[in-house]
């Protein structure tokens, strides 16, 4: 009964595998880096940032409203800050995820390979309108009731009514505070590895060195 | 229910209504089959504002901003590294 381990080779570890899938994401130094490209000095650059800014308030103001649950801003002002700051900070981070949007695409933000990165920005901000429409319906008052009484027609066209019911505010508030974010957040993440790894687009007329 | 009781409950269901819904309703601006808010245009219309003027406001008030010059680019082993060069992988 002495059996020798041996070291596992690199191929056989999934370890090791998994490491060198993550380190290889991005290119060395460019997770955080310290400097950039001379054209990324431009305000239009700054809205990415912006709305990641926006998310990071979103989901910290969204968690403290979980503790006090649903009704909790109806009945303390506490309450009522944080579900304003949860508010506004939504309606920041839109502003800022749509003029982002707006600079990329008329910089062609797709080019040089950068495809994925394009569709996974169309994929966070579709699933950012899913976030925030079920945020609405989970406002216990009756503008989230008058909402849902809107939506379930249009809903209903498209045969999930019977999967994602908006007159259940049970389950609109779940998706709210799990699915969804975690769609979001996922994409997120995948979208700034992206971007990390080919590099923010340069503007179409720069020339090579700038 | 009694018509006091009923006068009462409907007294008490409006005052939660009119505590929870404007006073007057919004105002709309009609433009043939569009039909917006003024509030919303007004928000769309400052995002414009502000999305021209991150294009034509140079950042740091005009200077030209070397972000190369300082701190010097650190290269990683194996050489340097070109951030954003228009098709790195």
């Known amino acids: 009964m002495t059996a020798q381990l041996s070291p596992p080779t690199r191929s056989s570890s999934w370890t090791v595998r998994l490491r060198d899938r993550i380190t290889g994401l991005v290119p060395p130094g460019e997770a955080l880096p310290d400097h950039q ?28 409203l979980t503790i006090g649950g649903v009704a909790w801003w109806h009945v303390s002002t ?33 080019r040089g390979r ?71 957040g996922a994409i997120t993440v995948l979208h700034i590895v992206l971007v990390r790894r080919h590099g923010v687009v340069p503007p179409i007329d720069a020339e090579q060195g700038d | 229910m009694t018509a006091a009781t009923e006068k009462v409950t409907g007294m008490a269901l409006m005052s939660v209504v009119s505590a929870g819904t404007p006073a ?16 919303n245009l007004s928000i769309i219309l400052i995002m414009i504002v502000v999305f021209v003027l991150a294009i034509l406001v140079p950042m740091g008030g005009g200077r030209h901003v070397d972000v190369h010059a300082d701190p010097p680019p650190r290269d990683p082993p194996g050489g340097p590294v070109d951030a954003g060069d228009g098709g790195r992988r």
């Open chain 1, 37 to 64: 490209p001379e054209y990324v000095a431009s305000w239009i650059y700054v809205f990415g940032v912006l709305t990641l800014a926006g998310l990071v308030v979103v989901v910290g103001s969204g968690v403290v």
């Open chain 2, 24 to 39: 007057e309703p919004g105002h709309y601006v009609q433009w043939g089959v569009i039909s917006i808010s003024l509030t």
């Open chain 1, 78 to 110: 506490l309450g009522h800050f944080v579900n304003s700051m949860h508010l506004w900070s939504v309606e920041l981070f839109f502003a800022c995820m749509v003029i982002h949007l707006w600079g990329k695409f008329w910089m062609a933000a797709w």
């Open chain 1, 114 to 184: 950068r495809t994925m990165t394009w569709i996974t920005g169309v994929v966070a901000f579709v699933a950012s309108i899913g976030t925030a429409f079920t945020g609405y319906l989970s406002q216990s008052n009756f503008d989230s009731q008058w909402i849902s009484t809107q939506a379930k027609d249009g809903i209903n066209s498209v045969g999930v009514g019977a999967w994602f019911n908006v007159l259940n505010p049970g389950q609109m508030l779940l998706w709210h505070v799990v699915l969804l974010p975690l769609v979001v």
